[in-house]
């Protein structure tokens, strides 16, 4: 499937900035809403639930009227790479409510971290997906 790049890297640092905002006001309740947009996206796929991508191509993109930036790339890649970071989020979120503050603020940052890194092309969760496909999975 055909994705907008420009929209999957503006998808990330959404995510980034919202995920360091929550970290800097210590406000959990961000975190929570990041994790079930991720949540969405992994269940019912970026084009379809990923709300960041669709606020890029909807509003962002006709708006300043940027270039579409289109690459093949596999839908489930995308869908475990946001489930992935969707996982770690609702851990973080179970930890801080446990108690376990430093903890879940760690995860935190370490999924924005991930998510910077995945803005500018580098996505450690569709390299893990990739890994799995080719070791796991045989082609008849």
Known sequence: M???INGTRFCQGTITLFLLISY???WMPLTILVAL???AGAVSGVEKAGLFYLLYIK???PV???ISVEKERDPLELRFAQGLGAVFL???ATLFYLGLQSFAWIIVLLVAALSFLAAFGFCLGAIIYVGIKKTFIRRV
Request: aromatic share 22%; glycine share 0%; charged share 15%.
């Open 64 to 66: 300043f009227k940027l």
């Open 2 to 4: 055909l994705y907008d």
């Open 90 to 92: 609702t851990l973080a």
């Open 37 to 39: 947009v991720m949540w």
């Open 59 to 61: 509003l962002i993109r």
């Open 24 to 26: 800097f006001l210590n």
